[in-house]
């Protein structure tokens, strides 16, 4: 394996540059105060500067939006993305399922929708998880009713992240009561603004913004249907497999998954060195002096390192596993310095250190953001299981409350398969 850095051609320097410089314009102050005050989870006028730039979707040819950047621009590309912390949630939930409209949707949804998506003025949001439970998905019980050429939508969705900033909802709705599970499904891609769609915001433990959306009567176009009646897991399968990572190669360039959530982390650990370099102690000495210290940040730093060595499911699994961890060791090892909140005395206000001292409230968002990292996308409950189906082969689990251990008891009524190991 080769651990050298990459040289970059004057081209991709000059890449680098100029997405920098743009982000530096458009990625202000008041968009990091916002975000951290909301948790919105998106960066309008950001968001609207890259597509202006072809940004969105860079490697589409420029006819269809982007730039046709190849896949080293792609990586400078994220590599800034992080540098100024851009927001991105709405953007990746949009991400996720463009192929799945693309290939499924209408052609003249497809060619209204791809332009607007491509410019930032369309973003599409998860409708998965039901307030009954999130894991087993083909449970959906949110009814759509075909009624002339429409369909009317009642029920709701709850964690519907991003739907305050969305143009539409990639919806799963059961249509079809009576067929077994999977089969009784079918997707949707509906406008947001349509009447009876109430959107109610949620934040969580860790700051982020999520929705209930209730769906009242609400009624669309057929043209908005994505596959075929019934067919809806067919479609969800592809968006499932890329949010769990299944089936992606890893190619050098790309960020593996595990490394999915450690810049939080990494920016907790930063500040939690440079409080150990700069807080006196009574005896006049700084942490850093302290062995014991010295270990304990290593350990992070290593930890926080091999989450880049692991991909795919395991590395997601692997990920919150880490952050979780050392999150929880850097509040430990900092005190109750390590506890105070964005915009705390104390907590560091600016950027950088001077004049406020390390921001340690990083150390307080990383520990409330690792919260919820082994949750959503499916739980690494979950995520253990399909890994040792899928990706180690052994056979489905038998414990109580699964089907394979109810059956052979000769229960009724055994709970179903989970988003993850369903087909
Ligand atoms: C901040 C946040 C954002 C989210 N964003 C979205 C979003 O945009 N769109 C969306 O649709 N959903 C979203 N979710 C929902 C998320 O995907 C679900 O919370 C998750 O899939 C778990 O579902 P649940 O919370 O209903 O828990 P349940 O499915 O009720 O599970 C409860 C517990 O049982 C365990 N469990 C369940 N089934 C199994 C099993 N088969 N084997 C072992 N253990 C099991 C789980 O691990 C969990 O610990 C979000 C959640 C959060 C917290």
Partial sequence: ?????????????????????????????????????????????????????????????????????????????????????????????????WSAIETFGEKDLVAELKPKYARGEALFCLGY??????????????RAVKDGDEWVINGSKIFTTGAQNCTHCFLITRTDPDLPKHRGLTMFLVPLDTPGVEIQGIRTFGGERTNIVYYSDVRISDHYRLGG???????????????????????????????????????????????????????????????????????????????????????????????????ADLVDLVG???????????????????PDG????RIDFSHRFAQGTPTYGGTVEVFRQMIAQHVLG?????????????NKRGAVGAPGVTRSVAS
């Fill in 229 to 327: 009646v019934n067919d809806g897991w067919t479609v969800l399968r592809g968006p499932l497999d890329e949010e769990h990572a299944f089936g992606q190669e890893t190619d050098g360039l790309k960020e593996p998954y595990g490394r999915g959530f450690t810049p939080v982390l990494e920016r907790a650990y930063d500040a939690a060195v440079e409080w150990a370099q700069t807080h006196v102690r009574a005896d006049g000495t700084h942490p850093i002096d302290d062995p014991v210290v010295r270990i304990r940040l290593a350990q992070v730093a290593a930890d926080m390192e091999r989450t880049g060595c692991v991909d795919g499911p395991e590395g997601r699994v692997f990920g919150a596993d880490v952050i979780v961890r050392c999150s």
């Fill in 394 to 406: 052994l056979p489905r689990p038998n414990f109580p409350g699964s089907k394979a251990f109810i």
């Fill in 129 to 142: 998880t039901e307030p009954d439970g999130g894991s087993d998905i083909a449970a959906a019980k949110v």
């Fill in 1 to 97: 394996m080769d651990f050298g850095l990459v040289e970059l051609t004057p081209e991709q320097e000059e890449f680098r540059r100029s997405v920098r410089t743009l982000l530096d314009e458009v990625v202000t102050q008041d968009d990091h105060d916002f975000q951290r005050a909301t948790g919105n989870g998106h960066t309008r006028v950001a968001h609207a500067a890259l597509g202006a730039h072809g940004l969105i979707r860079p490697a589409w040819a420029p006819e269809d939006g982007g730039i046709g950047a190849d896949k080293v621009q792609q990586r400078l590309l994220e590599l800034e993305f992080d540098r100024a912390e851009l927001i991105q949630v709405s953007a990746g939930t949009s991400r996720l399922v």
């Fill in 358 to 361: 390390p921001p340690v409230w």
């Fill in 336 to 354: 109750p310095e390590a506890v105070l909140s964005y915009g705390s005395d104390g907590a560091g206000a600016g950027e950088t250190a001077a």
